[in-house]
């Protein structure tokens, strides 16, 4: 069965806080291997090399699917010479994925200006570079809690672009593709029969029936009538600064989100230690811990492991429904 198979645990940015989080997240109780250098590990870590996803180590010791890297792991430091490594590892990860050897993957942070530094890294992130390995495929973003009920799941339409340029990028196109993406990901990997889904519009208080903005009026809920008339359980749009209190929460699966903030600060409010980036759309699983790279405090041993191993749970869960 699906389920059972391990997640793949890419290293990410080795001078990062990914090292040391890898031992920790073993508390997470799913079955995982590591994949990267096991010389980045902190010295403690109890580690055995396994051959493929599927080999057994004993209970508390760290399946390591070996990647060697050309330089070492100075916390806090990333080195260039190391940029390429961990683009392979993440492709490396991916095509075990798709072939079938893993359930999953979950991956620990990059640091992204080092991978264009070192590497020539053309993407904006881990998101963009799993979809074009993927075969370019559509994909959105999404962050669920794992510990706050009821669930928060949101959905940014925009994600990392500057605000003002969020009104020209937000369009029922861009829209129309993250609702159906989330509806059919809420099905697949959340094994929701019905999704519910709600949408928020872009300016305060949902425009006002264009007192305070047009978008709503002119195209978001005109689009959304029309989805509703094919069947699509959707809500919208709503003002945003009443979406996400839990009596609001009990009424959808899931909300999407015009622009990243209005997304990402509910949820890191809700549910800092315990959000989850998923990125749906994939013909594989991908999760991911919410949080960087960390080099502030990486190499010291005190980085929160919560987020990755709430990552590694939904990453094994979600497979199981495939």
């Keep these: 069965m699906t389920g ?16 040391e989080l890898a031992p920790k997240a073993l508390a997470a109780g799913v079955p995982f291997v590591f994949l990267g250098d096991p010389r980045h590990l902190p010295p403690s870590t109890r580690w055995a090399e396994v051959a493929t996803p599927a080999d057994r180590v004993e209970d508390g010791v760290l399946a390591v699917l070996r990647h060697d890297f050309p330089a070492p792991a100075v916390p806090g430091r ?27 993957i979950c991956t620990l942070p ?11 890294f053309p993407f904006p992130g881990h ?8 075969g370019d495929v559509p994909v959105v973003m999404m962050l669920a809690s794992t510990t706050v009920s009821p669930p928060c799941r949101v959905v940014p339409v925009t994600i ?8 020209r990028a937000l369009n029922p196109v861009a829209m129309e593709q993250a609702i159906r993406i989330t509806d059919a990901a809420l099905r697949r990997d959340f094994a929701i029969a019905a999704p519910r889904i709600a949408v928020a519009g872009l300016n305060p208080h949902a425009g006002e ?8 009026t002119a195209w978001i809920a005109p689009l959304l009538e029309h989805l509703r008339a094919e069947g699509l359980d959707i809500s919208g749009p709503l003002p945003a600064d009443t979406m996400f209190h839990a009596p609001a929460r009990a009424r959808y699966d899931a909300a999407i ?17 315990g959000g989850v980036n998923v990125t749906l759309g994939l013909p594989f ?38």
Excluded: W
Excluded at 4 to 19: F, M, Q, S, Y
Excluded at 110 to 120: D, S
């Design 209 to 216: 029936n264009g007192v305070i903005g047009t978008e709503e």
């Design 110 to 120: 990059i640091n992204k200006e080092a991978l264009k530094t070192g590497a020539g």
């Design 78 to 104: 990333p080195d260039p010479a190391n940029a390429a490594a961990v683009i392979e590892v993440i492709a490396r990860a991916v095509h075990l994925a798709q072939s079938g050897a893993a359930g999953g």
């Design 4 to 19: 059972t198979r391990p997640i793949i645990l890419t290293c990410g940015e080795p001078a990062g806080v990914g090292p």
């Design 160 to 167: 990392h672009i500057a605000l003002s340029e969020v009104p």
């Design 127 to 134: 998101t963009e570079f799993l979809a074009h390995l993927a």
């Design 257 to 273: 989100c015009a622009y990243h903030d209005q997304a990402l600060i509910p949820i890191k409010t809700l549910d800092f230690a």
């Design 285 to 322: 699983v991908r999760t991911s811990p919410d949080h960087g790279t960390a080099f502030d405090i990486a190499g010291r041993g005190i980085a929160d492991a919560g987020s990755v191993i709430a990552a590694l749970r939904m990453a094994h869960d979600m497979a199981g429904k495939r």
